[in-house]
């Protein structure tokens, strides 16, 4: 089954402590991206990414990193959480150009 | 700086009726115009896309207009049923220079079709 997986489901964290939310894709897609969803904020990007080794910033990339070492891999990482970083994140792909975006379910992520 | 606007932020509509969404947007780089759909505890999806060249394109009861003069597209859902309550989000896509791609979200409309 094609699909964007995405680990964990849920987290509670505490300020400052570094954190690591995992994507994958089986669908060999080249580009991936984060999304963070705020009530009346809608979809913001965070990071996205055009192959392996390749990624740019999104809207509100301050407080996250990414990489991409292989294609179907592409975590989201926060060294120091804070508050304002609680949010339901995204993780999408899709072919190049970026039409129809497959998403994962979600992480919803506290940090208290 | 908000590239697509949406409204409005929800909506009401009787079982039957039509449900009418509308994106603006203002970067004329864009190129590709995609509706996503979004229920509760899932990620969105994609429900039906086009282009600028295209000034409307209809799949089932779901129907986009394409105003590209007016930098305006709008989603029609006709006969709308219960089961089409979700939050809506369009989109705006654009090449960002290099060959990268960029994909920009409205901010959503809550959808809710009473029986």
């Known amino acids: 089954e094609a699909q964007v997986t995405q680990n964990p489901r849920y987290l509670i964290t505490v300020t400052g402590k570094k954190l690591t939310v995992t994507c994958s894709q089986n669908?060999?897609?080249?580009?991936m991206s984060w999304y963070r969803q705020d009530p009346g904020l809608g979809l913001r990007q965070i990071y996205y990414?055009?192959?392996?080794?390749?990624?740019d910033k999104g809207d509100v990339p301050e407080g996250y990193k990414v990489s991409r070492k292989e294609k179907r891999n592409f975590p989201l990482i926060l060294e120091s959480p804070s508050p304002n970083q609680t949010s339901l994140y995204f993780c999408?792909?899709?072919?190049?150009?970026?039409?129809?975006?497959?998403f994962g379910q979600g992480t919803r992520l506290t940090v208290v | 700086q908000q590239q697509v606007k949406q409204s409005p932020q929800s909506l009401i509509v009787q079982k039957g009726g039509i449900s009418i969404i509308n994106c603006a947007y203002e970067?004329?780089?864009?190129?590709?115009f995609p509706w996503y759909q979004q229920f509760p505890g899932k990620g969105p999806a994609l429900l039906i896309a086009?282009?600028?060249?295209?000034s409307e394109k209809k799949e089932g009861r779901f129907t986009i207009s394409f105003n590209k003069s007016a930098k305006q597209f709008s989603l029609h859902i006709m006969d709308s049923q219960p089961g089409d309550s979700a939050t809506y989000f369009c989109?705006?896509?654009?090449?960002?220079?290099?060959?990268?791609?960029?994909?920009?979200f409205g901010k959503g409309t809550k959808l809710s079709v009473i029986p």
């Open positions: 086009i282009r600028p060249d295209v």
């Open positions: 989109a705006a896509s654009r090449n960002s220079g290099a060959g990268s791609y960029q994909l920009t």
């Open positions: 669908m060999n897609h080249e580009y």
């Open positions: 999408a792909s899709s072919r190049l150009p970026p039409t129809e975006a497959f």
């Open positions: 990414s055009m192959n392996v080794e390749v990624t």
């Open positions: 970067n004329t780089a864009f190129d590709y």
